[in-house]
């Protein structure tokens, strides 16, 4: 069974940071295209970013120079570390693996003073 559990999500100021955390389970994360997506309030979910089998990386353009997807193979683990947060940025924050085949059940973000 494939489990992807988010972590790391909160309440942070804007100019703040955060480190979320997807933990797979079931599946080798290094081996499969991983992503992250996220959804406001009353907004469609939406793309954030992607880490490919192969290592290569890639954006939406609101998250370039402020985001890094990153993953650990020894933990099976994919992160997205955030910088430089801003209240456009809270959200739901989803794991996606293979193409939309599995996801999780999210972590949220607010950034609010």
């Known amino acids: 069974q494939v489990k992807l559990v988010e972590s790391g999500g909160g309440l942070v100021q804007p100019g703040g940071s955060l480190r979320l955390s997807c933990a797979a389970s079931?599946?080798?994360?290094?081996?499969?295209?991983m992503e992250w997506y996220r959804q406001a309030p009353g907004k469609p979910r939406e793309w954030v970013a992607r880490?490919?089998?192969?290592?290569?990386?890639s954006y939406a353009d609101f998250a370039k120079g402020r985001f890094t997807i990153s993953g650990d193979n020894a933990k099976n683990t994919v992160y997205l570390q955030m910088i430089s947060l801003e209240p456009e940025d809270t959200a739901v924050y989803y794991c996606?693996?293979?193409?939309?085949?599995?996801w999780g059940l999210g972590t949220q973000v607010t950034v609010s003073s």
């Open positions: 996606r693996a293979r193409w939309g085949q599995y």
């Open positions: 079931g599946i080798i994360a290094s081996e499969n295209t």
């Open positions: 880490l490919t089998d192969v290592g290569v990386t």
